[in-house]
């Protein structure tokens, strides 16, 4: 166990995540690269090592039918696209709640790997609790950068490090905190950028309903942002929050208005990846990168003491193998609305 995975409260740390599927708004076919690197024998020491279930892919709905007629109609992975090629669509990774040192490990494994093999354009992941399961701190961003991410969102575990606060003053770091915290708070909640010659503005949003937190209405701040969103704009939503009917509602208020919307926090995989049909890509949890043998990243026989005795408990990051959860998203670059959505995970990756 890394000497930074402890967490000195007595938190417990909600989790959500799901696996490998696909869904399409328009209901065209795709062509899909046979030669695939998921349909060979792979070179990548994580597969070796022991990791399970490496092409995940099954099928989600369609705008024509859910559940799938049959399990011979699974989808194969989003295809590989040229480099350079200008028709092809903006192609998103984004990577559920990175928990501690394992989850930092497992994300240094994987995404330079999903980068290469599945030509990712932009990289977003939450990293609320990269830093001991218990928020961040400008070495484990770092770290994360390193690894191939992009732009980081947080959640309620944003402050949980001293530091954080004369991090998020630094607005030259691509580290998003929620934007509907109230005014005056350090940071900021949006971020623009050009991917591909595409505008793209990423938002972290954060959820009220059972997050004990006090924070602005997020339906009327993503109103409000959008009024100053220019038109062409890809927008990006990771909406951190622990009730499903809450992501679901959000999924639904922002259908048509930007491009794809996730849902973080609970570290749990959902099964619900799809395009809306106004043309929103969206799953209600993304899951989590971290120790899969853990209740949510945290050790289990710990976690189980609280339950069973109500007692103050300190919660440690789990060891073992680690899961990789995430969705890979295409977005057509002329007009800004989703294309495909994918689960991608990665269960027993031994490192």
Do not use: C
């Amino acid at each position: 166990m890394r000497a930074d995975d402890q967490s000195s409260g007595n938190e417990w740390f909600p989790d959500d995540s799901d696996e490998g599927e696909r869904a399409t708004g328009d209901g065209e076919s795709d062509e899909y690269d046979e030669s695939s690197p998921d349909q060979q024998a792979s070179d990548d020491p994580a597969v070796q090592a022991g990791e399970r279930n490496v092409a995940a892919w099954h099928p989600v709905a369609a705008a024509s039918g859910y559940p799938p007629d049959s399990p011979s109609s699974a989808s194969r992975p989003p295809p590989r696209m040229l480099p350079g090629d200008e028709r092809a669509p903006l192609r998103i990774l984004a990577v559920g709640d990175i928990f501690g040192g394992p989850g930092r490990d497992v994300a240094r494994a994987m995404i330079p790997r999903l980068r290469r093999e599945r030509s990712i354009d932009l990289v977003i992941a939450n990293g609320e609790n990269a830093a001991g399961g218990r928020g961040l701190t400008r070495s484990t961003a770092d770290e994360l950068f390193g690894a191939g991410i992009d732009v980081l969102t947080l959640g309620n575990h944003t402050w949980s490090q001293r530091e954080m606060e004369t991090v998020l003053k630094d607005e030259t770091l691509p580290i998003l905190r929620p934007l509907n915290y109230p005014p005056g708070v350090p940071g900021r909640g949006f971020l623009d950028l050009h991917v591909r010659g595409t505008r793209v503005r990423v938002v972290s949003l954060m959820g009220r309903v059972f997050m004990g937190e006090s924070l602005d209405d997020a339906f009327r701040t993503m109103d409000d942002l959008l009024q100053i969103t220019p038109d062409d704009a890809a927008v990006f939503v990771d909406f951190h929050a622990e009730a499903t009917s809450e992501k679901v509602a959000m999924g639904w208020h922002l259908d048509g208005r930007v491009s794809a919307v996730w849902g973080t926090h609970t570290h749990v995989p959902t099964a619900d990846a799809r395009i809306l049909p106004s043309g929103t890509a969206f799953v209600t949890d993304l899951g989590m990168t971290g120790p899969q043998n853990s209740i949510i990243g945290s050790a289990v026989p710990q976690v189980l003491q609280r339950f069973l005795t109500g007692m103050p408990v300190r919660f440690t990051v789990a060891t073992g193998p680690a899961t990789f959860n995430a969705v890979i998203i295409e977005i057509d670059r002329r007009t800004r609305r989703g294309r495909g959505i994918w689960r991608r995970d990665h269960w027993d990756v031994v490192l």
